[in-house]
């Protein structure tokens, strides 16, 4: 499952679809899709992303979240 998300990513960002490929890209994350061995890939992969407006207003959003969960349960 991992290798087709992986390569949807990658048509829409080389598309200019860089909305789609931020949400496929946190889908692969919040899913446990990708492997640990490949994050750093991704992360680079998303650096378009995060220099990117929209996209990176998905992403910062998206992590953001996440985080201020866990402080409020630890």
């Not at 499952?1 to 496929?24: K, N, T």
């Not at 919040?30 to 990176?56: F, H, K, M, Q, Y």
């Amino acid at each position: 499952m991992f290798a087709v998300r992986y390569a949807e990513f990658h048509q829409r960002r080389l598309s200019g679809d860089l909305q789609e490929a931020a949400l496929d890209l946190l889908t692969m994350f919040n899913e446990d899709l990708a492997p640990t061995t490949w994050w750093g890939v991704l992360l680079c992969d998303a650096v378009e992303l995060i220099r990117n407006g929209e996209s990176s207003d998905l992403l910062v959003t998206a992590c953001v979240q996440p985080c201020s969960l866990k402080r409020q349960t630890i």
